[in-house]
């Protein structure tokens, strides 16, 4: 079983529109990252929950709001997308204070506006 | 703000050869870390070194760390085709939130 999914995997929408992008895990982790990988394949950290409660909130766009309905979930819904909002975004997790065994990545979702 | 460059940017090579790939970061570090990206997939955590180990191994895989220098490099021997992918270091800084800091990646190349 996946062990951090996200859907959809693809996502194709026009500008101005409103999306979410759901994460789920089932490794038993309490921190959970939205990361966001550029064309140019840079990673930037975009949020992060512990418990339900955001600890990072990286500069990010107030159109971007993630929501954490439990430790096990977290979503990210975009506002009015615009084009420069294309890009691969991850999910991951991993167990706070214990980062010593890595992230867990997500397989990711593709987002194209157009 | 971006914390590692590694180096190079692209890699190519016939299997069977070595591979190695350099990080270099800016601030002080609890640990690095260096994951693997396979074409249109996610990434995928290969080895951790902590700030206080210079070198460690896991399979093909041999890392080292120089602190004083703020770098780091990534080894990978008798290299398989298999092993085409991006690898990225990433850094878990210290005196910040718990996240981790990518570098843009080394577009590794291994050719049968």
């Known amino acids: 079983d996946t062990a951090v999914s996200q859907t959809p995997k693809y996502l194709v929408t026009q500008m101005g529109n409103d999306k979410s992008i759901k994460c789920e895990q089932n490794?038993?982790?309490?921190?959970m990252y939205w990361y966001k990988q550029d064309s140019k394949k840079f990673l930037k950290i975009m949020f992060s929950?512990?418990?339900?409660?955001?600890?990072i909130n990286e500069t990010v766009p107030n159109r971007f709001s993630p929501k954490s309905p439990d430790k096990a979930h977290l979503n990210l819904h975009i506002n009015s997308l615009e084009l420069g909002d294309s890009a691969v975004y991850f999910c991951?997790?991993?167990?706070?204070?214990?980062?010593?065994?890595?992230?867990?990545f997500g397989s990711g979702t593709r987002l194209t506006v157009v | 703000s971006q914390q590692g460059e590694e180096d190079p940017q692209a890699l190519s090579i016939q299997e069977g050869e070595n591979a190695t790939m350099n990080c270099s970061y800016k601030t002080s570090i609890n640990n690095l870390q260096w994951y693997r990206q396979n074409s249109g997939r996610g990434l995928v955590h290969l080895i951790l070194?902590?700030?206080?180990?210079r070198e460690k191994h896991s399979g093909r895989l041999r890392v080292t760390l120089d602190t004083s220098k703020k770098s780091s490099s990534l080894l990978i021997t008798a290299s398989r085709a298999a092993d085409t992918a991006s690898y990225f270091c990433a850094t878990d800084n210290q005196g910040g939130s718990e996240k981790l800091v990518f570098g843009k990646g080394t577009k590794l190349t291994v050719n049968p």
């Open positions: 490794l038993g982790h309490d921190t």
């Open positions: 929950y512990n418990n339900k409660e955001l600890i």
């Open positions: 991951a997790s991993s167990v706070r204070g214990q980062g010593l065994r890595g992230y867990t």
């Open positions: 070194i902590r700030s206080n180990e």
